[in-house]
């Protein structure tokens, strides 16, 4: 990635992925039984809202590399808790085994965009003098 071209966290393709997962989430979600409003349905919406917002928070804190990787480490979790809640919802027959196949690959590449974003962590720090 070609940081000159990066003014902010909303031009990464990783930010832009989570946000277009979590709508997709959102989308599904409305389909959940009105029983699960309170436990399943928030689960997976908040967790997959909280990727990127993990990332955003990563992106203002690249001053120190280690912190930087910390929140992209937690947004990885967040990234397992969500396909988490996509395997429930399937196993409750909430989401039909093509729906959640696809969920889960989608996400699998944004787990992938992330951990090379924690192994590339100097690139993306180096601009602020990270020893």
């Keep these: 990635m070609n940081m000159e071209f990066v003014k902010g966290f909303g031009d990464l393709e990783v930010y832009k992925l989570s946000r277009q997962l979590s709508k997709e989430i959102f989308d599904v979600s409305k389909k959940f039984p009105r029983e699960e409003m309170y436990s399943l ?3 997976v919406r908040r967790s997959s809202r909280s990727i990127g917002a993990q990332i955003a ?3 203002g804190k690249r001053r120190y590399q280690k ?3 910390s929140k992209l480490t937690d947004a990885d979790g967040e990234l397992l ?3 988490h809640w996509i395997e429930t919802a399937q196993d ?3 989401l039909s085994i093509e729906t959640s196949t696809g ?3 989608k ?3 944004l787990g992938k965009m992330l951990n090379s974003m924690i192994n590339k962590s100097a690139s993306f720090c180096k601009k602020y ?3």
């Design 129 to 131: 003098g990270v020893p």
């Design 67 to 69: 912190h930087f990787v």
């Design 107 to 109: 996400y699998d590449s």
């Design 41 to 43: 349905t928030d689960q």
């Design 81 to 83: 808790e969500t396909q």
């Design 92 to 94: 409750c027959a909430y």
């Design 57 to 59: 928070e990563a992106w």
């Design 103 to 105: 969920l889960l690959e």
